[in-house]
């Protein structure tokens, strides 16, 4: 199996390399094309204003000037040569990628765009919790990867689905199963803006989570790794609302 591993947090990010060991676990024909630099909340973003470079760090290990999405389109057409790879694993992401943040994450983009061209891709991260104190627990990804991924292979899942994997903040001898659940949602309130002022009296803003105090939604992936759980959820490429189609044809059936 020949196996490519990109991310959003950049090159050099520990959860790269967490992510190569977890491919090397399962194949030895494993190609790395991630960022130069971090690339959080770049979501599905390409690059089309100016030309992007490409470094090579080390055989059959990339750094792109570019986002995630311009890694894994650089990848399969260009970087990776012989023949394309047969799965795509992205992350693993510093913090989830649960409830609403899939909208916003390079490390769902980059599975998603391994899935958009033909690719079986696997999108991974580590949830850190909100104790910015504690250690986060790259071992719990480390451990856990290698079977979770070997699981979703040997079962398949449909072309025009990528799958989004969440390990919990937790030691990996902690963690309490796999479960196989739905994106949840935070509620209002779960993204803020902070308001600071420079040594020159200038106003300056950061963008951040908190703690939803609402309980995560039953059987979501919110959920799933507050219970210590690892959270696999599959996420479809089409975005219809068929229901809410049907009503709209059955609206405009005469016309507008």
């Given at each position: 199996m020949r196996i490519l591993v990109s991310n959003d947090d950049g090159i050099h990010a520990p959860g790269l390399q967490v992510l190569i060991r977890i491919a090397k676990a399962i194949s030895s024909d494993v190609w790395v094309?991630?960022?130069?630099?971090?690339?959080?909340?770049?979501?599905?973003?390409?690059?089309?204003?100016?030309?992007?470079?490409?470094?090579?760090?080390?055989?059959?290990?990339?750094?792109?000037?570019?986002?995630?999405?311009?890694c894994v389109m650089m990848a399969l057409d260009r970087l990776v040569t012989g023949r394309k790879p047969d799965l795509v694993l992205s992350g693993v992401n510093r913090g989830g990628n649960i409830g609403e943040d899939v909208t916003y994450s390079g490390t769902i983009a980059a599975a998603m765009e391994g899935t958009m061209l033909g690719v079986p891709s696997i999108a991974f991260s580590q949830v850190i919790g909100f104790d910015r104190a504690k250690p986060i627990q790259w071992a719990c990804a480390a451990a856990h990867g290698p079977a979770v991924v070997r699981r979703l292979v040997e079962t398949g899942w449909p072309r025009d689905v990528l799958i989004n994997v969440n390990f919990p903040p937790v030691a990996p001898e902690a963690v309490t199963g796999v479960r196989v659940c739905h994106q949840g949602r935070r509620g209002v309130g779960n993204l803020f803006v902070e308001q600071r002022v420079d040594a020159r009296g200038n106003d300056y803003f950061w963008l951040g989570y908190r703690r939803s105090p609402e309980p995560p939604e039953p059987d979501s992936d919110i959920e799933a790794v507050y219970a210590g759980a690892i959270a696999v959820t599959a996420l479809h490429l089409d975005l219809t609302h068929y229901d809410t189609q049907a009503n709209l044809r059955r609206a405009f059936a005469g016309g507008a």
């Open positions: 094309v991630a960022p130069e630099t971090e690339q959080s909340g770049a979501s599905h973003s390409l690059t089309l204003t100016e030309p992007l470079r490409v470094r090579k760090v080390a055989p059959r290990r990339f750094a792109v000037s570019g986002t995630p999405t311009d």
